[in-house]
Every structure is written in C-alpha cells, then in structure tokens.
C-alpha cells in the first residue's frame, strides 16, 4: 500500500524567504508524485510531478520538487516566498495501473510581511 | 480551459436525507473522480469512474454511491446522510482513461453539512 506524509500542517515563511515543505512517501513499486496547490475557497490546481526521467521538477509560479529515492522524499521549494503562495499544499502519490491519488494530510503556508 | 463544475457550494442537509452531489466536466474526459477533503486528513477518494456507467470503489465508499449516465456529469449519492458525512466534496477529472500520471483538473468543492 502507498502512503504519503507531509511534515508539518502548518509552515510560516517571512515574505522573500525560502520555502520548503515536506513530502515522504511510502511505495512498494516505483512512484509518481505529485504537488497539488489550493488557493482559499477553489479547487485544488497541479504545481508540478515527476513520472520518469529527470529527478528536478520545474512547476508553475516558481517551484521544483526534487525526487529523492534514497530517501523516499519529493520536498517542495521555492528560493523566495511571495504573499499570493499563501495556500494549501498537497503531495500526492500514485504508481503504474492506479488512476487514482492518495493524497498526504496537506501543509498550509502562510507567509508573513 | 479545462472547468469543472459543481452543483452547490454549500449544502445544509438533514440526518437520513438522500442527497444528490453534481459534477459536471466540459473537456470530454474519460475519468471522474470523487474525494471528501477533511482538515488533518487531507483528501480521501470515494469513488471514481473511467467511463459511461462504469465505476470503482476508492478508499472510503461506504454510505455513498455513484452514478455515470453521461460522459461529462459524475453525481455523487447519500442514499441516508449521517452528521459524519459533514465534509468538504471535491468533484475532479482527467483525460486519459487507464492513465497513472495524468493531471487531474478540480472542482470548487461542495461543503455539506449535515445536521
């Protein structure tokens, strides 16, 4: 069975700081991963994911995720926080023949001035 | 753009009520999904569908149902709505049937609450 856990409900960055939430995962078989972002009252909108190939994943509004299979991590990043990140960050696993998600328990960001 | 759209998005119920949950798609996607977003736990499927009437159960289906009659609505079903059935619904969908790494597109969510 998969799994994901993200470190910390809650992260606070100072705006222009570094953000990096955490993502682990638990897989028997290899991993996809996904960074799903949800703005308040909207949907949740995909950041970024890695299937195969390069392990650094470029996503949208300036983050990457890095792939690390020694250390069943996919950690999300950002070099500078701006105020519009403020949201809820999910990572989400799947693998080869599941056409569903599972989904870790999400990170609120929250990014002060 | 990809919308998906949902029926309500706030819904008050009362406890053994039967309630209709609707998600519409206008991208001609083959999957539909249905999740239950709960704080701490983060978004748990309830079932999903690949195709016209064709459906699977997710990780937590009981005391719901599913319908497919149509490519682009998924409707979601609480045949007798209980107060733990309070949640946030989120409706989503993607284009490649059988797919594993396809983005999947959401709706807004419903919140329902159940009295």
């Known amino acids: ?113 | 753009d990809v919308k998906v759209t949902q029926s309500s998005r706030y819904l008050v119920k009362r406890t053994g009520e039967k309630v209709f949950l609707e998600c519409v798609q206008d991208m001609d996607h083959e999957n539909m999904f249905w999740y239950r977003q709960d704080p701490g736990l983060g978004l748990r499927l309830i079932y999903f569908s690949y195709d016209v009437k064709m459906k699977e159960k997710g990780d937590i289906p009981e005391g719901y149902s599913v319908s497919r009659e149509k490519k682009e609505r998924f409707s979601l079903i609480l045949e007798s709505a209980s107060t733990n059935q309070t949640s946030m619904y989120l409706c989503a969908s993607s284009f490649l049937r059988g797919s594993s790494t396809d983005t999947q597109y959401f709706g807004p969510g419903t919140r329902l609450t159940v009295l």
């Open chain 1, 1 to 113: 069975a998969q799994s994901v856990t993200q470190l910390g409900s809650h992260v606070s960055v100072s705006e222009g700081a570094l953000v990096l939430l955490r993502c682990n995962y638990s897989s028997s078989v290899p991993p996809y991963l996904f960074w799903y972002v949800q703005y308040p009252n909207q949907g949740l909108q995909l950041l970024l994911k890695y299937t195969t190939g390069a392990t650094l994943v470029k996503g949208i509004n300036g983050f990457e995720a890095e792939f690390k299979k020694s250390e069943t991590s996919f950690h999300l990043t950002k070099p500078s926080a701006h105020m519009s990140d403020a949201a809820e960050y999910f990572c989400a696993v799947s693998y080869t023949g599941r056409r569903a998600l599972t989904f870790g328990s999400g990170t609120r960001l929250q990014v002060q001035p």
